[in-house]
């Protein structure tokens, strides 16, 4: 009885007053009958009462139950020991076996359910093995061999041999545990030579312990220690085909397959650990039916070295394996947590595996399995907040990247928000941070930017804290993660130099690392990092470092890098060589990159939402490095982007909404370049429209752009809003961030939203253009000289002209003069960078001396500009028959005020002819006619000069009025009021010629 109540987990007083001995066991016969009756009925073969379970006795006896194992010690009972209580063993032949000889053949005959085999104590197993070694050390083979072989065959049948020996407190061979087992692996395998059958089981038992012990002392022979349990595994099978399979024979085997696949995984075998897997899988169903009580924790312990496996999967064959053995394993948990309810954890992991066990792309996309394993955990985790909240937050971040990759941005975002709840709850500052980085890509996701930059500023906190308390290299590597995570939060806000000081960060972390990261592992890390820090660094205009960092990571990718990275790679190169000037190098790159990436782009390769945004983004870059001349293929590379990213935002809009904005930005500014205003302006139009959440930095770059497209067409209602909301923007960002970039770009808002004043309401557009030109003067410590000397001038110039047309001569001519002096010098050091814009000031000094009635000035400096048109072989302003035209009124203007009349009107008749044939032969809304007011203003003052009784002036003033009355009509708010300035000087001039016609 002790035997059961033990084996049950009671726990028993100890009997100090009985001892057991052999001889007892051969001397004692039984208590005989006690009555003749009694004895009168045990000859005859019927059912009765034995006196152990009488009526009388009921209270104290035991019963027999069905299937109960006889104790080996019957062997030693005398012969005439004998009961009809069978058990499938023939007595005869069994009972009384040892009384004269110690022979333990007759025991491999029933070693099974039916014989209880632990005879021999731990202190008489270990006797005999000292013994036995003793014998052999000394190379004695005697009678006394034999008997301890019989003793540890006995012992072996038992099935206590090996676990006796290995769990014994004083070592047989040696003092060091390697040592020793190695010592007992070569006594084993002796016996095992000598009796197979018998001790076979044991000698795989010892290299099972041996590879273990190897293991657990650091060796690093992983092919040595894997071999140590294929010997046993082999061990394993050839005893289980020889033997009867009983339950500890079935365990130890499936122990040994379980054990063997989790090396083959450390070895990355992993199709022959999934094979390994499924076989120890096999053979535990059967023991977990049998309710063996060992295979409970086994198939726990191969649940987690299966999860494992499973996240290397990457062949085909070897999914299909993979899923089959996982539907198994799922199928036996749920099997055995109807039965044990305390099991149900298993069934949870089972489940999880099945959902997000495999490898990302290697999914089997079971949402069932997801969301069944969810809800496992959850309750799981309300009854046990301890033991299984952490279980429960590791399926809710699998869940989240899972619906985050598949594109259901809000959903993974809810799962993230869950799971950060309860990590905070955790001592596991690690799982916080891990979970704040992936909180904040799924809050960038879907445009909550605030919260996401939080969250990865927290992670990096964490981060950094983790990694100074520690000082290992894997906190490091994690902080370099979360630095750069910080890096594209920091930079979607349009924080760039914060962002850059993250990036630079993490590259630098991140190469620290080189002598503890495998370079499988490390190279195409620091090949991210430092595309990122290329990308900060062009943002803040340090382009030669762009270009490094980005050459470094074209150097990395061309042996560690997927075919989309490379695509990416080098259009970030392309990219960095136009900015430093290397037009023909970045064109080289760009065209050898295009066409591989559209084919990727368009091909089977581009199969998930990560890598169509890489070839998307490259195509995007691409577009920038094309010339003028090949903006066809520019035009190409970037619709192609727009088309996958709409793809990619109508699966998640708020994930793809800042990329699909730049692209239709890069490609609204193309179509303007060619001349397609109209098609240019919906772009722009359809941009601003769904981009308002995006950061105000952003936000105001489209409206610029928006504006400036209205203006193309001739729309300034539609542009005037948007100019003023960017210009709204920018002072707010000047005044937040204070930066000299956000002040240069509030002038250059000003300057565009003075073009929607300047024919309307002069004065306010001469607000606009003075306060652009103050700004730009207080930002002159911040920028390169010659930088700022050529924006001031073009500024200066622009605050004349809008002076002039507002009244303010005299501010005009200041501004004028001033912007005159400066490209004058910037002549001197580049003349063919800066004559163009000389002529384009000159001809404006020469408008605004006229209207000082300085005619001999203003020709001298037409004159000049004349001589410079000359030596000039690149486009200006006055290549384009309008410019001509404008530029040609100036003159006759200039002529006329000299007193030159005939040469001034015929001048101003070919300035007229020359206008009225840029409005006609120009394509809709390729030019924007912004010289016709100074054109028309000349005009004026000439047709005012020449006197208006004169046929030849009255014809002009009809050409012009014709031309006025067709601008107008594409554009009513801009050219209303020149028309109606131009019909009053036409009134005027046939009244006057009328009237000299009565006189006459």
């Not at 596991?428 to 930059?453: F, Y």
């Not at 382009?543 to 150097?555: D, F, P, T, W, Y």
């Not at 490379?566 to 065209?591: F, P, Y």
């Not at 014709?962 to 028309?979: I, K």
């Amino acid at each position: 009885m002790e035997n059961e109540a033990t084996l049950a987990g009671l726990r028993l007083r100890p009997r100090t007053s009985a001892k057991w001995s052999w001889e007892e066991s051969r001397g004692d016969t039984g208590n005989p009958p006690s009555s003749a009756l009694q004895r009168f009925l045990e000859c005859f073969p019927i059912k009765h009462l034995s006196p152990m379970i009488r009526m009388h006795q009921l209270d104290k006896g035991r019963r027999i139950s069905r299937g109960q194992r006889v104790h080996a010690s019957v062997a030693f009972k005398a012969k005439e020991y004998c009961t009809v209580l069978g058990n499938g063993i023939e007595w005869g032949s069994f009972v009384g076996q040892n009384n004269e000889y110690i022979d333990f053949d007759w025991a491999t005959r029933y070693v099974n359910d039916r014989l209880e085999m632990d005879l021999l104590d731990s202190s008489s197993i270990m006797e005999a093995i000292r013994n036995l070694n003793h014998l052999w050390t000394r190379g004695e083979h005697s009678d006394l061999e034999s008997h301890w072989i019989r003793w540890l065959s006995f012992a072996a049948l038992s099935g206590n041999l090996a676990a006796t020996y290995l769990s014994a407190s004083t070592p047989v061979w040696d003092d060091d545990p390697e040592v020793e087992v190695r010592g007992a692996v070569g006594f084993f395998q002796k016996l095992a030579d000598q009796q197979p059958v018998i001790f076979s089981g044991d000698l795989a038992e010892v290299l099972e312990a041996q590879g273990r012990i190897l293991h657990l002392r650091g060796k690093d022979d992983l092919e040595r220690l894997s071999e140590d349990y294929e010997d046993a595994l082999r061990i394993r099978r050839a005893v289980a085909g020889e033997s009867p399979r009983t339950p500890s024979g079935r365990y130890k085997l499936a122990a040994s397959l379980c054990w063997s696949a989790s090396y083959a995984i450390v070895l990355h075998k992993f199709q022959k650990a999934l094979h390994l897997f499924e076989e120890s899988l096999d053979l535990l169903r059967s023991l977990l039916v049998e309710e063996f009580s060992p295979a409970f924790p086994l198939f726990a312990f191969l649940q987690c070295n299966f999860a494992t496996c499973l996240k290397y999967i990457s062949h085909d064959h070897d999914l299909d394996t993979a899923s089959r053995v996982a539907e198994k394993n799922a199928t036996l948990s749920r099997t055995l947590a109807q039965v044990y309810p305390q099991y149900t954890p298993l069934l949870a992991a089972a489940l999880h595996d099945l959902a997000f066990g495999f490898p990302p792309g290697r999914s089997l996309q079971e949402p069932h399995a997801a969301e069944e394993s969810i809800d496992l955990y959850r309750k799981l985790a309300k009854q046990n907040p301890d033991e299984h909240d952490k279980s429960f937050s590791d399926s809710l971040y699998n869940l989240s990247c899972r619906l985050f990759e598949a594109g259901q941005h809000e959903e993974a975002t809810c799962a993230s928000l869950e799971e950060m709840q309860i990590r905070r709850n955790s001592q596991e500052k690690g799982d916080l941070a891990t979970c704040l980085d992936h909180l904040s890509r799924c809050l960038r996701a879907v445009g909550r930017l605030g919260e996401a930059l939080n969250a990865a500023e927290e992670s990096v906190r964490i981060r950094r804290d983790l990694a100074e308390a520690n000082g290992s290299w894997q906190f490091e590597s994690q902080l370099a993660d979360s630095l750069s995570n910080l890096s594209c939060c920091l930079t979607l806000m349009g924080q760039s130099q914060h962002a850059l000081y993250a990036a630079q960060e993490a590259v630098s972390i991140q190469r620290g690392l080189s002598r503890d990261i495998p370079a499988a592992t490390f190279n195409p890390r620091l090949a991210v990092f430092l595309y990122n820090f290329s990308a900060s660094l062009s943002a803040v205009g340090r382009h030669g470092e762009a270009l490094r960092a980005a050459e470094e990571v074209i150097q990395i990718r061309a042996t560690w890098g997927a075919e989309s990275d490379r695509a990416l790679s080098l259009s970030r190169l392309a990219l960095c060589l136009e900015a430093v000037g290397k037009q023909d190098e970045a064109l080289t790159v760009a065209e050898k990159c295009l066409d591989p990436t559209c084919k990727l782009a368009l091909g089977e390769k581009s199969n998930s939402a990560g890598v169509e945004g890489q070839l998307a983004e490259a195509l995007l870059a691409l577009s920038f490095c094309f010339p003028a001349e090949q903006v066809s293929r520019a035009l190409k590379a970037v619709a192609d982007s727009v088309a996958i990213y709409r793809k990619l935002a109508n699966r998640s809009p708020p994930a793809y909404k800042t990329a699909l904005a730049d692209a239709l930005f890069q490609l609204s500014s193309l179509l303007s370049s060619c001349g397609q205003h109209k098609e240019a302006f919906q772009v722009a139009v359809e941009t601003v429209q769904f981009s308002r959440a995006l950061p105000k930095d952003r936000f105001a770059d489209f409206l610029y752009h928006l504006s400036a497209c209205s203006y193309s067409v001739g729309n300034s209602d539609e542009g005037t809003g948007p100019a003023q909301e960017c210009v709204v923007l920018r002072r707010e960002l000047a005044q937040e961030f204070g930066t000299w970039k956000c002040k240069e770009q509030l002038a250059d808002a000003l300057f565009n939203l003075s073009l929607f004043f300047s024919h309307g309401d002069a004065s306010r557009a001469l607000e606009a253009v003075q306060e652009a030109v103050t700004i730009q003067r207080e930002i002159s410590d911040h920028m390169p000289a010659h930088k700022f000397n050529q924006r001031l001038a073009d500024g200066l110039q622009n605050l004349a002209a809008r002076a002039l047309l507002a009244g303010q001569y005299q501010e005009a001519l200041g501004s004028i003069q001033e912007a005159v002096a400066i490209t004058r010098k910037l002549v001197d050091l580049n003349p063919p960078l800066h004559t163009p814009s000389l002529i384009n000031i000159l001809y404006t000094y020469a408008n605004i001396l006229c209207e000082h009635v300085q005619y001999e000035e203003g020709y001298q400096v037409i004159s000049e500009t004349d001589g410079l048109r000359q030596t000039v072989c690149c486009d200006s302003i006055f290549t384009s028959v309008e410019a001509s035209a404008a530029y040609m009124s100036t003159r006759a203007r200039c002529i006329i005020g000299l007193g030159r009349h005939g040469d001034g009107l015929f001048c101003l008749l070919d300035a007229i002819k020359l206008y009225k044939g840029a409005f006609s032969a120009s394509l809709p809304y390729e030019s924007t006619f912004e010289s016709f007011p100074w054109f028309l203003r000349n005009v004026h003052a000439a047709i005012s000069a020449l006197g208006q009784n004169n046929a030849e002036v009255l014809d002009a003033t009809a050409e012009v009025v014709e031309l006025s009355r067709s601008l107008a009509g594409n554009s009513s708010q801009r050219f209303d009021h020149c028309l109606d300035e131009v019909l009053e000087l036409y009134s005027s001039t046939l009244s006057v010629t009328s009237t000299g016609c009565d006189g006459e």
